[in-house]
Nanobody
Framework: QVQLVESGGGLVQPGGSLRLSCTVSGRIVGIVSMGWYRQAPGEQRALVAR???????IYADSVKGRFTISRDNARNTVDLQMNSLKPEETAVYYCYVGRVGPDYWGQGTQVSVSL
């Protein structure tokens, strides 16, 4: 049984930093990428960053230079370091595993950026 468990969300002031971590358990065949999406209230879920099997990382334009995604294949984890956070980045952040077939998703972790 596959499980994705996120951690590291919380409340942070504008300009602050958070590090999200996602641990994947269970056997997954055909992984293509791992990464993070976010969904703010009333908005569609949107890509934040993904990292391919090659190690190539892809970022949403709005987070380039501030967020860094990393992946540890031995530990089956994917992390997202978020710096210089903005209030408009308040959202639920979801870890995902992209594969040949249906993707797997975590339950999400809330990130709130506010004074």
């Amino acid at each position: 049984q596959v499980q994705l468990v996120e951690s590291g969300g919380g409340l942070v002031q504008p300009g602050g930093s958070l590090r999200l971590s996602c641990t994947v358990s269970g056997r997954i065949v055909g992984i293509v990428s791992m990464g993070w999406y976010r969904q703010a209230p009333g908005e569609q879920r949107a890509l934040v960053a993904r990292i391919m099997n090659s190690g190539n990382a892809i970022y949403a334009d709005s987070v380039k230079g501030r967020f860094t995604i990393s992946r540890d294949n031995a530990r089956n984890t994917v992390d997202l370091q978020m710096n210089s956070l903005k209030p408009e980045e308040t959202a639920v952040y979801y870890c995902y595993v992209g594969r040949v077939g249906p993707d797997y998703w975590g339950q999400g972790t809330q990130v709130s950026v506010s004074l």
